[in-house]
């Protein structure tokens, strides 16, 4: 009669894991045959997971006005491998991270280095943004052109996340990647509660605290492969920003959401089916737990 919800707080976002187990099952709710993965299920697993750490460390840790970054190599300067790009980046670390300690900050940064298929490297960039933040950066590369630009120009966190983890699995245009982060931004432990009313669960329906929205393509649902049971995953992100501040010292805001309808008002509800079908049918393989 239950199931089992992770919650995961930001500052403008909260995200669900909701899914059952043996222990947590519902009337009607049958257990799908419990299976060994195959190569492909644990890889889309593990790309799912990369997105979601790299998500929640963006938006714990940084702000609209930090800086998406893009480090490029002239032809002439390209890396013999990979661990000789992972060297440049270091060195380049190395050169901003006293800017960042004389103003008694600590340097937080997400990256991806990418090779493609035609032999051209780059390194994708998130680092949290210091008054001459853009001139530091730019002087610490020598190995080619920097391009700079806030985070917000680059999509929501949740899209910021998946392009920083591209893998040639995701993006054919990859040779190869490196996905790395700063050690200096820990997660917390989530909220955890055993759900006791099944209704709460309507396939493709979820209920939306006061002052959030659903965001529709955060939506997952599908059978973990390895219980056998249902699982869904996806996020609520606040109508009214909390404003963040820009380097000018005014505000950033988001404009309200359409497509919000009240259930005896009370509370919102969403339809997570973005085409509009009322129900997204279940997908296979996935995470879970």
Known sequence: MAYTRKTYRFRNAIEREEYHSGRYGAPGEKRRKKENPTPEQMEKVNQRNREKMARRRLRKYFRKEDL?????????????DMEAAKEDFRRFVAKIKPSYRKLGTELRWIRNIERGTRNAWHIHLVVNRIPDADLTVASAWAHGTVDLRPCHTAGEFRKLAGYLTKTPKTESRLKESSYSSSRNMPLPEPEKREVTRWDTW???????????????????????????????????????????????GGHIHRHDPAGVRKRRGERDVHHADPAGRGRRPRAEGGGGD
């Open 68 to 80: 998406f970054v893009t480090l490029t190599y002239a032809p002439e300067k390209r890396p013999a």
């Open 202 to 248: 309507e396939e493709g329906e979820v209920r939306v605290p006061k002052g959030f929205y659903l965001d529709k393509e955060s939506y997952h649902e599908g059978i973990n492969p390895v219980t056998g049971f249902r699982y869904r995953e996806y996020t609520l992100l606040r109508v009214k920003e909390k404003e963040d501040r820009d380097a000018e």
